[in-house]
């Protein structure tokens, strides 16, 4: 427990570092990379303590600085378990500004994760992606809550 809690401060300081160095690089008047209304897909796949989680969301962004992802999950382990949950992330490219090849969030989770039995999935996560053109990006998130992992992956924009 003591090592996880250990992890999780070096990962809180890891991004405070990184979120303190691109507010005194960024670019005055960054744009979000997805508008109110827009749509992206990602994908890709992770590490937990709870086994390898392969996943797939869906971003809906409601505000240019919020969106809302339901997510699944197929987490492989000594057997094989499903998830699914809903996300709600802050992205503070506007408030910072954050130039637009660069999307830094932060929120929280909801959900559940299949297995023997059913458990419940709450927690907070933290993350970023960096765009290589208009429609790609590279995502990289962190979270921590009832379990604790990242996840690797890419993004569309639809």
């Known amino acids: 427990m ?3 809690l250990l992890e999780m401060k070096k990962i809180a300081l890891f991004i405070l570092m990184l979120s ?6 960024a670019q005055r008047n ?3 990379p997805l508008a109110k209304g827009d749509h992206q897909l990602n994908f890709g796949l992770g590490f937990s303590d709870n086994g390898l989680p392969l996943f797939a969301s869906f971003d809906f962004a409601v ?5 809302v992802t339901p997510q699944v999950n197929l987490v492989l382990d000594d057997d094989v378990r499903f998830g699914a949950l809903v996300k ?6 506007y408030l910072i ?3 637009s090849e660069w999307d830094f969030y932060s929120g929280a989770r909801l959900g559940f994760i299949s ?6 999935d709450f927690g907070i996560q933290v993350g970023g992606r ?3 053109n208009e429609k790609w990006a590279l995502n990289l998130e962190f979270a921590g809550g009832t379990g604790f992992g990242g996840v690797l992956g890419v993004s569309l924009k639809l």
């Open 88 to 93: 709600a992330d802050y992205h503070w490219n």
């Open 30 to 32: 960054g744009v979000a």
């Open 20 to 25: 303190i160095t691109g507010s005194i690089f």
């Open 115 to 120: 297995g023997n039995d059913f458990d419940v």
């Open 2 to 4: 003591l090592n996880k």
């Open 97 to 99: 500004g954050i130039p």
């Open 130 to 132: 960096w765009y290589w």
């Open 63 to 67: 505000h240019k600085d919020v969106t």
